[in-house]
């Protein structure tokens, strides 16, 4: 056990990254106690996708820290390796493993990470499926499914994982509009379990009705951090008034 | 010398036509394999020599290969076998070209693959041998069977180091009997018959791989 109910999930100071001479976080600082829901928004080319990539090893940083429950990144190779696999992540463009299928993208990793018995691995899998409502599309091919589905599919796979802590990279913005609901209706229902979210969305419905804090993010910086109240009805910062009121149009 | 005859003549060099295939497989694919994931996985100097060896193979003529093992070799006191040599310098010939198809088929790949194998705690090998492998490799199947068609074709150059394989035996029958053109047009045939079925082989496996790919190519 890694996290403990004193620790926040995550904690994260003074975080910098550059690429090559682009500044792209400027001294991020961010704590989010475990159970909570953030939801982070902000213009394109903000610093979003890369700050939560930070936290789960898919990208490096030069300074600062990240602190996943009780594991500080980086500190220790197998504690780094362990909060990674703790840590759950659903990308925009789903990135489900299309030569296998629904099935096998769920237990892949069980199997192979876990060492779990296959028997075991396909009836969690199962459980998971069912639990993203959509048992029946267990033996079909990524393919063969809508994005709606093979979103849902992504989310089963890193359920199965058993994280103690997810993340959302814009998991809506590659579907039709009739299909962005069933996916944001899986994540309400995580959200209502418990479940720490950390989630990159422009869907502020979903941010209004789930998250306890929203984190606006422009050219690299936190600017504004706020309740969804507070940041819908009265954002501080001029820059967060002007990119609510470009969503609005 | 009926056309029969000719033919029978050409035949009894099948076998070895069809050993030095074989045993340039046992060289090309594993050459193809870990040269083109090692030229995928490293950078820097090492890259530039695992890309030394396979340019080395790739680049250069077969037939001179033959020919510097065959007979040079020796000379230096190292003396293999003409199947030996045949089999390595046309195996790591064809190696070669395969290098480049499994690199590119890794590097084809989008990048989401291998992170989302990250994300889900999966270790760089599992990634590379359940992730990223099966789908290069499914991808470049045509293209390794058209090498497969290359390899049988070039085994015809082995008559130069003494192999009495298909075109070996032509030579031997032409030199007997003075009628080049029905015994070549048999030869030709001959390397016909024995490289349609691999085509058509070829065109099995892309059928037997398509439901899946078909279906991930529809999204
Ligand atoms: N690999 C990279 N090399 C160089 N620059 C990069 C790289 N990846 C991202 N960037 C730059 O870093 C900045 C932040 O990118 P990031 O993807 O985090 O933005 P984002 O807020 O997620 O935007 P979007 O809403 O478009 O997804 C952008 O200006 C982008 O061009
Ligand atoms: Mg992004």
Redesign the interface.
Known sequence: MTHTDDKPAVQIASLNKWYGAFHVLKEVNLTIPSGSRVVICGPSGSGKSTLIRCL???EAYQQGTVTLGTIRLGDNARET?LA??Q???V?Q?F?????LSVLSNCT??LR??LSMPRNEAESLARHFLEKVRIPEQADK????LS?GQ?QRV?IA??LC?NPRLMLFDEPTSALDPEMVKEVLDVMTGLAHEGMTMICVTHEMGFAREVADQVVFMDQGSIVEQASPLTFFTTPSHPRAQSFLNTLLH | MTILEIWLGILQGFRVTALVTLYGLVFAIPFGLVFGVAQYLTTGPARFVVTSIIEFWRSSAVIILLFVFYYALPLAGLALSAMTVSAMVLGLNIGGYASQAVRAGLQALDRGQKEAGHALGLSRSTILLRIELPQALVAMSPTFINQLIQLVKATSLVSLVTLTDMTFRAKEISQIEYDPVPIYTSLLLAYFIVCYPVALFGRWVERRINPAREAYRAV
């Open positions: 789960n090893g898919l390796a990674r696999r840590t759950g992540m990308f463009s990135n489900l493993f299309p030569h892949l990793a192979r990470v091919y990524p393919a063969q994005g093979q992504a796979r890193a994982m």
